[in-house]
């Protein structure tokens, strides 16, 4: 048996739960948050068979792909706004990042 953690982006994490559920897997659903963006992402748990866990990968690379996206620098916290000038960043977003780890035991009630 093993665990099956993806970290993937907020916005592919509903369509990749479908896709999860219609092929007959279970995922747990976690908020969490970080990267260089400081924005919102998902973090799902996933246990399955030793056997399976090819397919569950294969899954989240097809919904979870990287994409550029342009965003602007904010203002920065010094309070010096009227000196700053935003200005256009193009930033790689997407994908997921995936551990798979040993389950010594695992029992649901």
């Keep these: 048996m093993k665990l099956v ?13 479908e896709r999860l559920v219609e092929n007959k897997f279970s ?18 748990m996933v246990g399955v068979p030793d056997e399976k866990v090819d397919e569950v990968i294969s899954i989240i690379k097809e919904v979870c ?3 550029k996206q342009t965003f602007t620098t904010p203002i920065p916290p010094t309070g010096s706004a009227s000196v700053f000038i ?23 009630v």
């Design 5 to 17: 953690l993806a970290v993937v982006q907020d916005d592919d994490s509903g369509e990749l739960i």
């Design 27 to 44: 995922a747990t659903k976690l908020a969490s948050t970080g990267g260089f963006l400081k924005e919102g992402n998902t973090t799902l």
């Design 65 to 67: 792909q990287s994409r």
């Design 86 to 108: 935003p200005y256009p960043i193009d930033v790689m977003v997407g994908g997921a990042t995936i551990f798979v780890l040993d389950i010594d035991h695992f029992e649901k």
